[in-house]
Every structure is written in structure tokens, then in C-alpha cells.
């Protein structure tokens, strides 16, 4: 009797001590899971992946096809406007343009002076012819009143004047038709050589923009078509972000809002830009929409195509009442110390936090949901 009383002293000390050792973890445990709504500054963003693109950059191509006959520029140049970029070679357009030329030669209004100068003396002497003629039917007439010569003679004379006045009229007639024609043909042949010398533009690449030629595609000698893009050009010092936004986002997304931008270039450190286009079409493929900002803060030196990831600043708010995210159940309650579940009224919602408009203030003690 005397070994078992220890032996049950020993085991309800023991019991007692495990008793108060869950009590103190139990509650440690609990008063770690309690937290109290805290106001801070909040910020509500859109998740969008992207480039880095020249302004007004662009892959150019021609509407001929052939070998490239000769390259003008190399990849950095600078150009202007109308800058010849490359040259296809096309024998065919060649000889068809200086055979327009050659037809617009032959066929030039200064070229048909000759024919014009031939005519005109024609007129001139027609015209005398007539005068002369119209003299003599006059005196002839006299002299029949007079009781001179026969009627005969004044038929013929009357006859060699209407003659007269008909090739003059014909002159005047030859040479309005001669003069438009000349005049038809001088335009005709000149629209011709424009179509021909259109064409042979074809077969030459010229810059549409003040810029840079940031790659040539091809070289020398490579057979091209309508479909093959032969370069990139684009603005010299200013840049734009394309950004692919998820279509669940695009509602949120407005014109002017900020954008914190990240470049894989510039390590740790983020730029500032603004939403200054959104593309009103899906991408039925990658589910997103396409939106373009500018750098109001940028980086001291930019290339095309340079990856990004940026946020989209939706919403800020300064001081508002947030906790963590995990802290609401069911999207629209939160349960207290006490275990009572309370409706909240939820504002902006981030990865971390959800803003709180109604229901619970700073001093209200929250447990974990399922705690």
C-alpha cells in the first residue's frame, strides 16, 4: 500500500502539469490567431505582361517580288521620311517604265509643235484664199450689174468662193481635232508613265516615318515577295508599352491610370507610365485585350522589344480599414473572437487585403475562419 499512493501522486502531478502546459499552448495559440482591422493604404491593380516598342514602329514590306538588288542603309541609321531602305531587282518594270517615257516623249505637246505650226499656215492660207475669192464674187458681181460678163462667170466665181470658205472651215476644224488629240495623248502617256513608274516604286522600300532602322530582315541577293517583311523601323527617342491585359481585368482597366512598369533590364527598380490607348477587340486566342501606355517616368535608355510585367493601378485608397484577405469567410463575413459571424461590406480586394466599409471597426478581435 505504501508503493501504490506515490505512484498516484506521481501520475496526478504529471496530469496536472500536462493540463497547464495545452492550457498555456491552447491559448498562446489562440491569442496568435486574433487580429484587429488596422487602417493603411491601399492599392487595387491589374496584372498586365508586355513590350517595350518604338512609337510608330513598324515591319515594312514591298508589293514586288524578285532578289534584293541593293540594300541602302544599315541596322541604326537614322532616316527621314522617303528614305530609299532597299531595292528588288525587276527587269520587266524597268524596260516597261522607259518604254513610257519613250511613248511620252513621242507624244509631249512641245514634241507635236511641228504638226500644230503645219496646220496653222494651212488656216492662214485658207484663209486668204477665202478673202481673196470673196474679193473677186464682189467685183464679179459688180460687173453683172453693170451688165458685164455672163452668168456663167458668176456661177464660177460664186462656186470658187464657197470652196475657198469650205477648206478654210475644214483647216479650223483640223486643227481643234489635231490640237486634242495631241493634248489626249500627252496626258494619256504621261498617266502611263506614272502607272509604270508606281509599279517600279514597288520594287523600291522607302521609310514612311522620320526614324530608325532597327534591323534589316533580309541581305543582299535573298528572293522576297509581297509576304516577307524586309524591316523594322520606328521612332528614334520615343517609346511605347503594349501591354496584354486578361479579358477578366479589361473592365477595370481606364485611360490615364498609372502603371507601375518592371523591365527585366532594369533590375529592382520600377518606372511609371499611363494607359493612353485601349484596343476595343479580343485576342479570341490568348483571351486578352491589348493596351498601350507611355513612360511618364522612364528609363535613361530604351530598345524595342525589351520584356515587361507591370500593374495597372485600378484603385488607391489612403487611409481606409483592411485586413488580411484570408480573415473574410465567404467573401462577405468575418468571425470574431467570440465566435459570432459577422456581414462585412467589402471594398477593394488585393492578393494580401480587403478593405472593409461596413460592419466591423479597428477595435473588433478576428479569428482565422475554420480556427
Known amino acids: 500500500m505504501r508503493k501504490i499512493g506515490p505512484f498516484h501522486s506521481v501520475t496526478g502531478n504529471f496530469s496536472f502539469l500536462l493540463f497547464l502546459s495545452l492550457a498555456v499552448f ?3 495559440k489562440s491569442e496568435e490567431n486574433v487580429l484587429f482591422p488596422e487602417k493603411k493604404s491601399l492599392t487595387e491593380s491589374v496584372y498586365a505582361s508586355g513590350l517595350v516598342k518604338a512609337k510608330n514602329q513598324y515591319e515594312a514590306f514591298t508589293l514586288g517580288s524578285g532578289p534584293i538588288e541593293e540594300i541602302f542603309v544599315k541596322e541604326g541609321d537614322t532616316i527621314k521620311a522617303g528614305t530609299p531602305v532597299l531595292k528588288i531587282f525587276s527587269e520587266r518594270e524597268k524596260l516597261s517604265t522607259e518604254n513610257a517615257q519613250l511613248s511620252r516623249n513621242f507624244a509631249d505637246l512641245q514634241a507635236n509643235q511641228g504638226r500644230i505650226r503645219d496646220l496653222e499656215l494651212s488656216i492662214e492660207l485658207s484663209k486668204s484664199k477665202k478673202q481673196n475669192d470673196s474679193i473677186l464674187l464682189v ?3 459688180n460687173l453683172w450689174n453693170k451688165g458685164i460678163g455672163t452668168a456663167v462667170d458668176l456661177e464660177q466665181r460664186e462656186l470658187i468662193f464657197q470652196n475657198s470658205k469650205a477648206a478654210y472651215e475644214s483647216a479650223l476644224l483640223k486643227y481643234q481635232d489635231l490640237k486634242r488629240e495631241i493634248e489626249f495623248n500627252a496626258k494619256s502617256s504621261s498617266k502611263n508613265l506614272a502607272i509604270s513608274e508606281s509599279l517600279l516604286d514597288e520594287y523600291m522600300l522607302t521609310s514612311k516615318i522620320d526614324g530608325v532602322v532597327y534591323a534589316i ?7 522576297v515577295s509581297p509576304q516577307t517583311p524586309l524591316a523594322v523601323i520606328g521612332s528614334a527617342d520615343e517609346f511605347i508599352l503594349e501591354l496584354q491585359v486578361d ?5 477595370k482597366v481606364a485611360l490615364d491610370q498609372l502603371v507601375m512598369v518592371m523591365l527585366d533590364s532594369y533590375k529592382d527598380q520600377v518606372f511609371e507610365a499611363k494607359v493612353t490607348r485601349i484596343y476595343p477587340i479580343m485576342n479570341s486566342q490568348s483571351k486578352s485585350f491589348t493596351i498601350e501606355a507611355i513612360f511618364t517616368k522612364a528609363p535613361p535608355k530604351l530598345y524595342p522589344n525589351l520584356t515587361l510585367e507591370a500593374n495597372i493601378v485600378t484603385q488607391m485608397k489612403a487611409e481606409t480599414l483592411v485586413i488580411p484577405r484570408n480573415y473574410l469567410w465567404q ?6 473572437e467570440a465566435g ?3 456581414p462585412v461590406k467589402v471594398g477593394i480586394k488585393t ?12 477595435n473588433t478581435p478576428l479569428i482565422l475562419p475554420g480556427k
Open 26 to 28: 491552447s491559448c498562446g
Open 139 to 141: 467685183r464679179q458681181k
Open 217 to 223: 530582315l533580309k541581305e543582299k541577293g535573298e528572293m
Open 247 to 251: 479579358e477578366y481585368d479589361i473592365s
Open 331 to 336: 467573401d462577405d463575413r468575418v468571425i470574431t
Open 340 to 342: 459570432d459571424t459577422i
Open 351 to 362: 492578393y494580401q487585403f480587403a478593405e472593409i466599409l461596413e460592419g466591423i471597426d479597428e
